[in-house]
């Protein structure tokens, strides 16, 4: 398994043409949600993926602080294989690399209610009520480094 690390203007066509193929399969057309998956941020953030011989793997997004959140956030989590600890290993990468890109020592994600307790078992608390989200259940949580220790 790779793990690649790359800013919106170091992916090639190719790898950007998979991530969003990728995220439309999953956050559009199997959760069935009309949504704007391209919201403006792709270019700010560091786009994570592990990949093998078979493409992508995992794939997730690091915004800086202050894009969506006063913290860095972490979101468009994706793991193609589930329940086989690949969304475990991509976010444990994202979590370090936040700490080293940005010298942050808090993340504020908004997650799928469904999802909470896979974040929690990485150390995410909710810090908000459930909210709608293009007709999907949320909840903020965030994610100390302090909490860690």
């Known amino acids: 398994m790779e793990l690649n690390i790359r800013r919106f203007d170091e992916l090639t066509s190719g790898e950007l043409y998979e991530i969003l193929r990728l995220r439309t ?12 998956d391209i919201d403006g941020h792709d270019r700010e953030a560091y786009h994570v993926w592990l990949s093998d011989e078979a493409g992508i793997s995992a794939y997730l997004r690091i915004l800086p602080p202050g894009t969506v959140f006063d913290d860095p956030a972490i979101g468009r989590v994706i793991s193609v294989r589930r ?4 969304g475990s290993e991509i976010m444990r990468e994202a979590l370090s690399a936040v ?13 799928q209610v469904y999802a909470k307790p896979f974040y929690e078992r990485l150390g995410f608390r909710q ?3 459930e909210f709608d989200e293009d007709g999907i259940p949320h909840i903020l949580m965030k994610w100390r480094a302090s909490d860690r220790k």
């Open 99 to 111: 700490q080293r890109l940005y010298h942050a020592d808090t993340v504020t994600i908004e997650a």
């Open 127 to 129: 810090i908000s009520d």
């Open 25 to 36: 399969a999953v956050f559009v057309v199997e959760q069935n949600c009309a949504y704007q």
């Open 83 to 86: 329940r086989c600890g690949l």
